[in-house]
């Protein structure tokens, strides 16, 4: 029931934003005839894209981890191998392919940037004056907007594929991944607009699932709170491992929760097989978990919601009376199939999983492995099928756990999920070739990647850590959205398990996503701040509950969680503004690098700096939010708080971040060693391993890390002039090591971190 106080307040958030007039005017009469979900997915998609595409390629990779797949994805074009990674002078398999997959996509588009983005904005342009001037009229206003995305995506993939029959692939080599000058114009934006884009789909679809579900306000708040969570921003602008998993997971969710709320659906099969292939893609980008947290979650969903004691009698009873022959079926289909796979793996010497575990013998042989797989795969298809073709089981009335797993399409499903994902994974558990550390892709990725980075710690700069670490990075991760961290509590409280409403579906698939996501990564022994990213958009969604609720319900209602919530914000708010480097350290390697401070406290506006100013600007942001949810207006203090959070969120994106990656990327250094360099000048890096310097460089510097006093002896004392990067707090070594050598120093304020040097 609502409970508003001012008779005079707007109808609708929409409303109170933009006004009345503007909202019901002509112009847009089409787009009000729009079904909900479709208004609130574009609306989410436009404004994902006003927050992460500006400014995407203006400044260089970001050490090391873009620069380290990145250099990985230019190994793939150069070598044209795409299916198994390689890194500068070994196998690269402690990542899926993936990642890589997109970065050489934009990689190969690098080269042809101006007139792709010409010819979609030509494409766009029109079309939208198309459907602006009527030349569509006729169609439906569903038909009509699917129409014209048809012709955008289809004249984007007419170009694509123009472009690459233009290649000749596969025995083009871009300039991006080989040649003697620096990398092109385009090369970041190429890299990053992949991912940006697949941040701004799962906005898009999550937003459109929220809206079937829920209400078109709860959809918009959730993807507003999601697209301004810094981490979100941040990570969404990187070209990293940790962005297709989590855009792929929200993706594959949303289209899960279309296919289990959309009552009037008929295409719930069409949403389910998207998920899984979400959820394939998901795994391609990172691993296990990619399918084993929506898998756990959906699980115990189905547990929670349909499950109970008298039912499980009923499930054994109809699995017994018609599931004994289709696996019947399956075990003799997997078991003949499984026996093949064993013989033919025995006869061609396969290396399938084989994995030497204890005393230098594996605990199960290759061809044992293979026919386990291929048995399973059989199993699990003729089972299906068999099933499938069963009148008596498809026209019985199941119970509701086994009714729930044929709605969502479970073994057709599953079937999908592994045809997409498989073929790659196969591939490499049968490749026998070793990495840099002479481990093979199976041991490497399974065991030490995954295992070991959970059980032991792997490469972390920050082992073990106690409860209280993702809730600190979390605070900053969701800054300022910590203020509605107890009305998103509330709101998960309020939902009923088996409740009736979709809303309550939705809030409980929402707290499983989240609490499986916690308790996973909170129990790792590897801790990284940014391992926080995957409990973000669970944790939207439950505020965009409570946002919903709070406009519905009043400032009333909800005043006690939104006072719990001021402490939240003040004081993280006061560490944010007080300490800036927080805002970097949670999506960075090493959180010892140091932070270009004379960025924040430079003079900004007078005597004042960017410390200052941030502080002040949460404060009067807080302060005026507060006086309008004191004075109960509450359409003032929700445009007041959209107009905070969007002000934060784009002046950190398309200004200070720009400022702050010429600090973490070694491009700006090439860029002036290409322009600067005379014709066989080489380039040594001194004593680093940040990654940037073998990707600007196309794996052509010179390392000079083993014995370095006499390896850079030895490379100064060469004829001509030479050029080296070197950490400015190594520089000292650097000039010891060259002798009576004349060190020059190239730029030197264009980077707190790295320098550029010449020696002759």
């Known amino acids: 029931m609502s409970t508003q106080v001012a008779t005079n307040e707007p109808a609708t958030l929409t409303e109170a934003i933009f006004g009345k007039e503007l909202i019901n005017a002509p112009a847009f009469s089409k787009v009000r005839a729009w079904p909900v979900e479709l208004r609130a997915a574009l609306a989410s998609v436009l404004l994902a894209s006003a927050v992460l595409l500006p400014y995407l390629g203006a400044v260089g990779l970001w050490d090391p981890w873009e620069t380290h797949y990145g250099e990985v994805a230019r190994e793939m074009v150069q070598r044209n191998d ?38 979609l904005a030509a494409v766009l342009g029109g079309l939208g004056f198309a459907l602006y001037a009527g030349k569509l009229k006729g169609a439906s206003a569903v038909k009509e907007f699917w129409g014209v995305l048809g012709l955008v995506f289809g004249a984007f993939f007419l170009v694509l594929f123009a472009w690459a029959k233009s290649l000749t692939l596969p025995w ?20 990053r607009l992949p991912f940006a884009g697949f941040s701004i789909l799962a906005i898009g679809l999550m937003a459109y699932s929220l809206a079937i579900a829920v209400n078109g306000r709860a959809a918009m708040a959730a993807s507003l709170v999601l697209v301004t969570m810094p981490l979100y921003f941040l990570l969404s602008r990187q070209a990293v491992t940790d962005t297709p998993i989590v855009s792929a997971t929200i993706a594959g969710i949303s289209c899960a929760m279309v296919a289990l709320f959309d009552k009037a659906s008929k295409h719930k099969s069409e949403w389910w097989y998207g998920s899984y292939v979400f959820f394939a893609i998901a795994t391609l980008a990172k691993g296990l978990l990619g399918f084993g947290v929506p898998m756990v979650v959906f699980i115990l969903y189905v547990a929670l919601r349909e499950l109970t004691w008298k039912s499980i009698t009923e499930h054994f009873t109809w699995s017994f009376k018609h599931l004994l022959a289709p696996m019947g079926a399956g075990l003799a289909a997997g078991g003949i199939a499984g026996g093949i796979a064993y013989s033919l793996g025995k006869k061609w010497n396969t290396t399938f999983m084989a994995v030497p575990v204890i005393d230098n013998q594996s605990l199960i042989s290759a061809p044992s492995w293979l026919a386990i797989m291929w048995g399973s795969l059989v199993f699990w298809a003729v089972t299906t099928v068999v099933l499938g073709q069963s009148k008596k089981a498809t026209e019985s009335r199941p119970p509701p756990v086994i009714a729930m797993a044929w709605d969502m399409r479970l073994g057709t499903g599953l079937l999908l999920f592994l045809a997409v994902c498989l073929p790659w994974y196969y591939e490499m558990f049968t490749f026998w070739r070793v990495d840099d550390e002479s481990k093979i892709f199976w041991f490497r990725f399974i065991i030490h990647d995954h295992f070991a980075r959970l059980g032991s710690g792997v490469h972390t700069t920050t082992p073990g850590g106690d409860f209280t670490y993702f809730i600190l990075q979390g605070g900053y991760a969701m800054f300022p959205w910590v203020v509605i961290i107890p009305g998103a509590i509330a709101a998960a409280a309020r939902t009923k398990i088996r409740g009736p409403s979709t809303a309550d579906g939705v809030g409980l698939v929402a707290v499983l996503w989240f609490a499986v996501s916690w308790a996973l990564i909170g129990s790792s022994a590897t801790k990284f701040h940014h391992y926080v990213f995957p409990m973000l958009p669970p944790m939207a969604i439950l505020m965009g509950l409570f ?30 503004a007080a300490t800036p480097k927080n805002f970097t350290d949670l999506f960075v390697y090493n959180y010892d690098r140091p ?27 807080g302060g005026i939010i507060g006086l309008f949810a004191l004075l109960r207006s509450r359409s003032m203090m929700f445009t007041a708080g959209l107009a905070s959070v969007l002000t934060f969120a784009l002046w950190f994106n398309w200004s200070h971040w720009v400022e702050l990656s010429h600090h973490w990327t070694q491009r700006d250094q090439f860029w002036r060693y290409y322009t600067q360099r005379k014709p066989d000048e080489p380039i040594a890096s001194f004593l680093m391993n940040w990654r940037g310097e073998t ?12 014995n370095p006093q006499v390896g850079m002896k030895s490379y100064a004392d060469q004829p001509g002039r030479e050029w080296s990067l070197v950490e400015q707090a190594r520089l000292g070594i650097l000039k010891s090591a060259v002798g009576d050598k004349n060190v020059t120093l190239i730029d030197k304020d264009l980077n707190n971190k790295f320098i550029l040097v010449t020696i002759d």
């Open 595 to 621: 932070y270009p401070t004379f960025l924040t406290e430079r003079p900004v506006l007078g005597s004042n700096n960017i410390k200052q100013l941030m502080g002040m600007g949460m404060a009067l942001a």
């Open 695 to 706: 990707f600007y460089s196309r794996n052509t510097v010179k390392q000079i890390k083993d």
């Open 172 to 191: 083009h080599f871009s300039s991006a991944a080989a040649g003697p000058d620096a990398m092109p114009l385009f090369t970041e934006w190429g890299f």
């Open 82 to 119: 795409y299916v198994h990674p390689y890194w500068e002078n070994a196998w690269f398999f402690s990542k899926p392919a993936f990642t890589m997959w997109m970065q050489a996509l934009g990689l190969q588009a690098a080269d042809v940037g101006p007139v792709l983005a010409f010819v």
């Open 547 to 576: 946002l919903d609720k709070l406009w519905d319900e009043g400032i009333d209602v909800h005043g006690m969680v939104l006072l719990f919530g001021v402490p939240l914000f003040i004081l993280v708010g006061k560490d944010l």
